[in-house]
Structure formats: C-alpha cells, structure tokens
C-alpha cells in the first residue's frame, strides 16, 4: 500500500493517490484540474485507476473527477447530499469501497459545507489514515462561511459551525490516536484561517495542538471559529457549481482560447489582466490594464479581482509565461472567460516611481490607500490610510478622494502593483497615481 500526495502551492491544495499493490489499483481524493499528474502515477504503477473520491464540491479549485471517469472510466464517489450532476457512486456513513488488501469508509463530516465526508483508510482491518478534506486541517479546521449562497443545501454560518463542533468531536476524534491525518489544504489555504506549515499529522497530535479540538462549550467553538475568517474571493460559489456539475476536460478547454498576435484589435470595454512583472509593467502598458503579476496566488487574485462571468484579455512577456497563466485561469475554471491571449510589451502608459522622500516628509499631502484585507488593515501601518481591500477595489475606488496624489501600499508588494494599476486606470490620469509596495519596508 502507498499513499501519495500531490500538492499545488499556489492553491495550497492537496490531494492523494492511494495504490493498492494487491489490487494494482488506484483511487484518487480531491484530485486537481490536470489530471496529468495522476495517470503519470498509476502508469508508474503500471495500475488503473478504478476510483475518484470527492470530499466536497471545492470552492478554491476545479476538480478533475469527470474528466478522469471519462478518460479512466474510474467510478466517482461523493456524498448523496452533494446533489452530484455527474455520474456518481454515493459515498455515505457505513458505505464502504474494498480494493485488495484496502478499505475505505466514509464518515459523514458535515461543517465546512454540510455534504462534507472524510474518508478513513484500513489496511487488513486496521485504521491506517483519514483524508478530512476541508473539515480538519493541521492545526486548524476548516471555514464554516463558504455556503450560505452555494451548492446544493445552503446553510447558514452558525448552523455549520454547530454542525463542525460536532463532526470534530463524535467522528474524527473517536479514531486511534495514530491514525495519519490527510487534509485537502495546506497552509494559505483561504478554508482557514490558521494552518501550520504541515502536510500530515496524527490524530493524536492533533488533540494535543489543534485548537478546534480542544476541551470547549459548543458556544466557545463557533465563537472562535466564525472570528476573523480571511475573506471570500469571488470565484468561490462559482467553482463550488462547477463542481457539483463536473468540469469540462482540460486540454480541449485549453484549446478553445483564442490567441491574438497583438493588442490593435482589443475591446475597450473588456477588462486587461496584464501578467508581466511590475517594474516591466510600469515602464509601459495598455490602458486600464490591472497588473496581476504571474507569480505567488495569481490564481487567488484573478478569481478576486475579476468576478464570475466577467471576460477579460490575458497578457503575458512570452509564450511559456501565456501558457503558464491560461493553465493557472484554468484551475478556477477561468479560461472560458478569456476573450483573448497576448503575448505582449505594447503600451503607452507609464507609472512613476513613488516620491518617497517627499511622502515621508509631507504625508498629509498624498491620499494613502490600504489594499489589504480588513483583518490586515485592523492595524494600520501608515497614519490616516483608506482602507479598501484589494478584492474590492474595482468597486469602490469612486471612494478615493481626488484633491491629492494617491500611494497604494501592502504587505509584501503584489497587491499593491494590482491596486495601483486599478486606481490608475480608473482615474485615467485625474491624479498621480504611486505604488508604495509595502508599507513597514518604507517606513
């Protein structure tokens, strides 16, 4: 037996090949968007994949469970409450998948989202591991908040954090203590809010560490649990119903976008997601271009800024970078929205370097805005800041006042490039427009 995790740190998203030696069989949890990587794995094998195991339809990625049914003909399991429009096997309390010398049973983990299940993995009869999708992280479990407006049953934020305490406690608590613990998120992850920096754990180290496994009234729990979630990107409802329907296979989709030679011909009324590094970006772009860098959670911030249903033209500096950032928009089931790919260094637009020695002196003569998120913008790095949040800012920068120049800062530098460019190109020249980048570096 082995167990494989596959792990996309953009996302910070796990998912596992469990191969039976036995069998020569393999069934896959919570797999990605490309399905490369796991036909690689059971051909390694020289195995068959015989099944796909969704813990929950996911709101931060497309999954590939249809497309590997297709290619694979492997059977698709999920709750019955998911209301699957795939076809599907359901996976439920006392269902239970044998493949050789494994057993897989599912558990019925409502709180993340109420058709939550974990699935806990036997070896000749004995418990070896449990993959808790987005119900118990290491060191965390997951957010409560997510659906409210999507997927099959919506539940309020407090019903599903009642629903979690409960989960916690009278299913995954209950399994021996050395049961390996496989969680479908990692640390940055935005399905909680206060992960470790660790890929596995113990049922038995997680009573120890993990505060939602800790001694506490019902109340306590979803007090603590519903405090100071990180915010929702825009995509999420929107994935969660990709999902529940199953995703097109991804290389046709790939196909499909359509790939311009220059910008001459581009839309004005279409939103340009430009990709380039920011300094390339402020030496020259188009105009009302956003720059969403290709590096770090591109995908995070595509699905924040652009919403659902919105088409928008992709630029990149070369062809491998344009692949890379089609491929990424097609982790969030994006590339349907690009109206067209570029690959590109036009544009007339600059945007100059911060007067940093006159800000410092004289900041009461520049309007600052704040683009973190709230939680972030909670302590306030420079005096006298607007705060509005990056995923926010394309509808609220009417909120900006334009008697001074404006600086945009961060934390680290990303958002702030992205915000910049958005105030930017809204204002279209108005005001002087500077990017601060991050805040405590300058200051």
Not at 79 to 100: E, K, N, R
Not at 242 to 250: D, E, H, M, P, Y
Not at 340 to 346: E, K, P, T, W
Request: net charge negative.
């Amino acid at each position: 037996m082995e167990i494989r995790q596959f792990e996309d740190k953009a996302l910070a998203h796990y998912s596992y090949a469990v191969y039976s030696e036995v069998a020569r069989e393999v069934i896959l949890i919570d797999p990605g968007r490309d399905i490369t990587p796991y036909l690689a794995y059971a051909a390694a094998k020289t195995a068959t994949i015989t099944g796909v195991i969704e813990t929950h339809p996911h709101a931060d990625f497309v999954s590939s469970h249809l497309e590997l049914h297709q290619t694979t003909g492997a059977v698709i399991y999920c709750s019955l409450l998911v209301g699957a429009q795939y076809p599907h096997t359901t996976f439920d309390d006392g269902d239970v998948i044998q493949m050789g010398e494994l057993t897989f049973k599912a558990l019925n983990t409502p709180g993340h989202s109420p058709d939550s299940i974990s699935i806990v993995l036997e070896e000749n009869g004995q418990t070896k591991a449990v993959f808790t999708g987005d119900t118990l992280f290491i060191g965390d479990c997951g957010r409560p908040d997510l659906r409210e407006k999507a997927g099959n049953l919506q539940i309020s934020r407090q019903e599903l954090a009642q629903q979690m305490y409960h989960s916690l406690r009278e299913k995954l608590m209950t399994l021996p203590d050395h049961t390996l613990v496989y969680p479908a998120h990692g640390a940055g992850t935005l399905c909680g809010k206060s992960l470790v920096d660790a890929n596995s754990s113990t049922i038995g180290a997680e009573k120890m560490t993990n505060w939602s496994l800790q001694s506490m009234t019902a109340e306590e729990f979803v007090k603590e649990l519903l405090s100071q979630q990180p915010f929702i990107p825009k995509y999420f409802p929107y994935d969660v119903s990709i999902n529940r329907q199953g995703a097109s296979a991804l290389q046709p989709s790939l196909e499909k976008v359509p790939v311009l030679k220059d910008t001459t011909t581009l839309d004005k009324g279409i939103a340009i997601i430009d990709t380039r590094p920011a300094a390339t970006f402020k030496k020259g772009h188009l105009p009302q271009a956003i720059n969403l860098q290709n590096q770090g959670k591109f995908e995070t911030w595509l699905g924040s800024v652009v919403a659902p249903g919105e088409h928008f033209y992709l630029i990149a500096g070369n062809e491998q970078q344009l692949r890379e950032v089609i491929a990424k928009s097609a982790k969030i089931g994006y590339e349907g929205m690009i109206s067209a790919a570029i690959v590109s260094d036009a544009g007339s637009h600059t945007m100059p370097p911060v007067p940093l020695a006159d800000l410092k002196t004289h900041p009461q003569d520049y309007t600052i805005v704040d683009v973190r998120m709230e939680s972030e913008a909670q302590t306030q790095l420079l005096p006298g800041a607007i705060s509005i949040p990056l995923d926010q800012l394309r509808e609220r920068v009417n909120e900006i006042p334009l008697d001074k120049p404006i600086v945009v800062h961060c934390a680290g530098g990303y958002r702030s490039a992205a915000g910049s460019s958005i105030v930017a190109g809204a204002l279209d020249g108005k005001v002087p427009t500077y990017d601060l980048g991050e805040a405590v570096k300058e200051f």
